[in-house]
């Protein structure tokens, strides 16, 4: 590592620090996390990560009208309750269903042991997501344009049947989630166990990228599940073990405009 590259990590090391306290969520500084926490489950955070695209403040006043508690109702009530009920490109029909689907598995497992099913073969989180993403479909096959926007699609493979590097988006909410449910501090829950911090991709929105690009941790025109794999290298000569925990104060200097 050379000086200019120690210099950053010393500085991105403070920002870290300085921002690892539940000062950093609250009304006034919103981040979907702040409803999560709140919950501290493994479901409900998978709806609020999930939601989790457009301006910050709209997510938590989004995310505060709904009523968390219908994942364990049956599915008439869920879907009267939630009739009136959308957000951006989600009408009441996705989030309804959407909800029916996540009821119905709560009920018979849980997302982690769901997710260490497919993790477990390689420590390939992708592996994991995109089992979730199918187990999620099979328990309720609905679909609507708004709904796989809300859920992703299954990654892009190559003739080996190994998800592409090139040519996938980022997960930039898939892999949020997992920040949440797998580091422990005193931002994120670690809900989850068996899975290791190392194995974690940097959650890309516009703000860490751009901020990456600008501090020369990456450098990338397209916002995707390479450039995620390229700043997650990059961030492991900062800290081999857990190098997503740069994510959060990488994204607050991109949503201050700090730089």
């Known amino acids: 590592m050379n000086k200019k590259e120690l210099e950053l990590k010393n500085l991105l090391d403070m920002e870290v620090n300085s921002r690892n306290n539940e ?71 996705d989030i309804q269903e959407f909800f029916i689907a996540l009821s119905r598995l709560k009920k018979q497992t849980t997302l982690n042991e769901l997710f260490l099913e497919k993790y477990l073969v390689n420590n390939d989180i992708c592996e994991g997501i995109d089992y979730l993403i199918n187990k999620i479909n099979d328990e309720n096959p609905y679909t609507s344009q708004g709904y796989k926007f809300l859920l992703g699609s299954n ?4 003739k080996e049947n190994k998800i592409k590097l090139i040519g996938n988006a980022a997960y930039k909410r898939w892999f949020m989630y997992l920040r949440w449910m797998v580091r422990k501090d005193n931002l994120d829950m670690g809900l989850w166990k068996g899975v290791r ?39 492991k000569e900062f800290d081999k073990n857990d190098p997503i925990k740069y994510d959060f104060a990488l994204y607050r200097i991109g949503q201050e405009k700090i730089l």
């Open 23 to 93: 000062c950093e969520l609250t009304q006034e500084r919103p981040d979907p996390l702040f409803i999560a926490k709140r919950y501290n489950d493994e479901y409900i955070s998978l709806i609020c990560a999930l939601f989790a695209y457009g301006k910050a403040s709209l997510i938590i006043k989004f995310l505060d009208s709904l009523d968390f508690s219908l994942l364990d109702e049956d599915e008439k009530l869920i879907r009267k309750t939630l009739k009136n009920i959308y957000y951006r490109f989600q009408n009441s029909k």
């Open 155 to 158: 990654f892009k493979r190559d």
């Open 197 to 235: 911090s190392e194995d974690l991709l940097m959650p890309l929105d516009t703000h860490t990228f751009n901020v990456s690009n600008k501090l020369g941790l990456i450098q990338r025109k397209n916002c995707d599940l390479y450039a995620s794999y390229l700043l997650t290298t990059k961030l």
